[in-house]
Nanobody, 117 residues
Framework: QVQLVESGGGLVQAGGSLRLSCAAS????????MNWYRQAPGKQRERVAS???????NYADSVKGRFTISRDNARDTVYLQMNSLKPEDTAVYYC???????????WGQGTQVTVSS
């Protein structure tokens, strides 16, 4: 059974930083792309960042230069370092992956990030 467990959210002032973590289990972590999504109140869920098994990142334009995605395949964990946070970054952040073997899509429970102005 695949599980994705996020942690690291919280309340921070604008300009501050947070680091999110997503610990995966029940899957072969090292062969799957990993993604971070976010969903703000009243808005659609949007992809924030992705990382390939080899560590190549991809970012939404809205977070380029401020967020950094990374992974530790030995710990089955993906991270999202968020710097220079803005109030518009306020959202629930979700970890996501699509299994390369089964094509099933998996989501974590989400972690709340709130940026005050």
């Amino acid at each position: 059974q695949v599980q994705l467990v996020e942690s690291g959210g919280g309340l921070v002032q604008a300009g501050g930083s947070l680091r999110l973590s997503c610990a995966a289990s029940g899957m072969i972590f090292s062969i799957n792309d990993m993604n971070w999504y976010r969903q703000a109140p009243g808005k659609q869920r949007e992809r924030v960042a992705s990382i390939t098994p080899g560590g190549r990142p991809n970012y939404a334009d809205s977070v380029k230069g401020r967020f950094t995605i990374s992974r530790d395949n030995a710990r089955d964990t993906v991270y999202l370092q968020m710097n220079s946070l803005k109030p518009e970054d306020t959202a629930v952040y979700y970890c996501n992956t699509e299994s390369r073997l089964s094509k099933a899509n998996y989501w974590g429970q989400g972690t709340q990030v709130t940026v005050s102005s």
